[in-house]
Structures are given as structure tokens and as C-alpha cells.
């Protein structure tokens, strides 16, 4: 995310509730990375479980000052809905 994004925060968090389309949740680390807020610890987790591929779109709404809320679209526009079970069991297997 471009550093700009930061001016949305008092502090930038240190972790991040990404919330999806379904209800949905995890949490995510957040940290400083050459000008850039990125994605850090749970991402990957949260990418391979909703199977987000290269040429997808992912978009992200500040809601709360530490959750945002992701909405994934294939690379043919349409918005991908993945449910809550296979999402909780990994993020469950990590912790």
C-alpha cells in the first residue's frame, strides 16, 4: 500500500482485521517496508485460502482504524465469494 495510505491513521496499526464479503475474518501484521505499508504475517495465509491469484484485483476499505474490508475480483471483473469454513480452519491451523 503506498505511504499515503497512512495519512488515513492517527498511528499506523501494527495488525490489521481484514474482513471479506461473507463475514469473514483474520488478522494480519502490518509493517513499514521501503516507503510502503505492507501486509506482513497472516497475508499469505489469507491469500492462498481465498486463492487470490497474480492477475486478481484486490481492493481495500479503511472501516475501523485497525479493520479494512477486501473485496477480490477475478481477473475477469467478477467479485469472488469463498466461505467461512475452509477461511477459519486454516487461519485456526496457524494459530
Same mark, same amino acid.
Not at 500500500?1 to 497512512?6: A, E, H, N
Given at each position: 500500500?503506498?505511504?499515503?495510505?497512512?495519512k &488515513?491513521?492517527?498511528?499506523?496499526?501494527?495488525?490489521?482485521?481484514?474482513?471479506?464479503?461473507?463475514?469473514?475474518?483474520?488478522?494480519?501484521?502490518?509493517?513499514?517496508?521501503?516507503?510502503?505499508?505492507t501486509?506482513?504475517?497472516?497475508?499469505?495465509?489469507?491469500?492462498?485460502?481465498h486463492?487470490?491469484?497474480?492477475?486478481?484485483?484486490?481492493?481495500?476499505?479503511?472501516?475501523?482504524?485497525?479493520?479494512?474490508?477486501?473485496i477480490?475480483?477475478d &481477473?475477469?471483473?467478477?467479485?469472488?465469494?469463498?466461505?467461512?469454513?475452509?477461511?477459519?480452519?486454516?487461519?485456526?491451523?496457524?494459530?
Open positions: 500500500m503506498p505511504l499515503d495510505f497512512t &488515513n491513521f492517527l498511528a499506523v496499526p501494527t495488525e490489521f482485521k481484514l474482513k471479506n464479503n461473507t463475514g469473514c475474518s483474520s488478522k494480519v501484521t502490518v509493517k513499514l517496508m521501503n516507503s510502503r505499508v501486509l506482513d504475517q497472516g497475508w499469505a495465509t489469507y491469500a492462498s485460502v486463492q487470490i491469484k497474480i492477475d486478481y484485483t484486490v481492493t481495500f476499505k479503511l472501516l475501523t482504524p485497525d479493520t479494512l474490508k477486501v477480490i475480483f &481477473n475477469d471483473g467478477t467479485e469472488v465469494f469463498n466461505k467461512c469454513g475452509k477461511h477459519d480452519e486454516a487461519f485456526a491451523a496457524k494459530e
